[in-house]
């Protein structure tokens, strides 16, 4: 994710204004800004991937929708700046930064908020699998559907999710939605929702290079590792606190 977001929220803006570094020339830069941001297409997946974990070994899944509101919020600003800007964003001056583009800025939101749609999705579709499946272990799925308007109700949710992430403009929007509800649905079977999540992924722009992520998932052992408590809370501050040092540095290196 860092990797990646050194690439768009530094490397772009100084091709943009003809500012390429280590000496490379346009098509070098533009080479650099590739590689990165592909290395940066493994992260979105492993996040997708450790939602579905986390809904089913959570004790709380109010307090986790709580805690991706309160990130996500937090991290709106930071993404907006560091990212999304279009017009002076060499500029010292934030205010007049946001003000140049609030046009763009606020037709966009962060990741953690197609990750907290994405949970309230699966979260619904967990009740419908308690509440009208059967089930089966043999399956990859782990039930049986007897209905075909219960199958509806289990997917209603995907649609809606998917549907309102697209309107928002949400990062990854629905295909992020469609993924976590793959990963979700087949995960009684890792080999089949890691394919199925990769056939369905690849076909975004660039995501084709996600498949490291694929394949990683599949090592997962299935236990929860080591980590004291509230230390979690550190691991979702880092996505608004890289932001502001990438927005920090590039003000800093680049203000004209």
Known sequence: MLIDHVAAGILLFTIRAKIYPFGLDFDGAASLYYALRNIGRISFPLYCFLLVEGFDHTRSVLKYMLNLAVFGAISEIPFDLALKVKKEPFSTDLMFMFEQN???????????????VGLIVITCMNYVEKKLFVEDETLPTGFIVDNPLHMVLYLAPVGAGAYFCYMLKSDYDFWGIVLIAILFLFRKNRLFACVAGYLFFMNMDNEVYALPAFLLMLLYNGERGYLKKNTKYIFYAIYPVHLICLLILRITVFAP
Do not use: A, G, Q, R
């Open 102 to 116: 609030k046009e763009w800025l606020l037709s966009n939101c962060n990741v953690f908020v197609t990750l907290l």
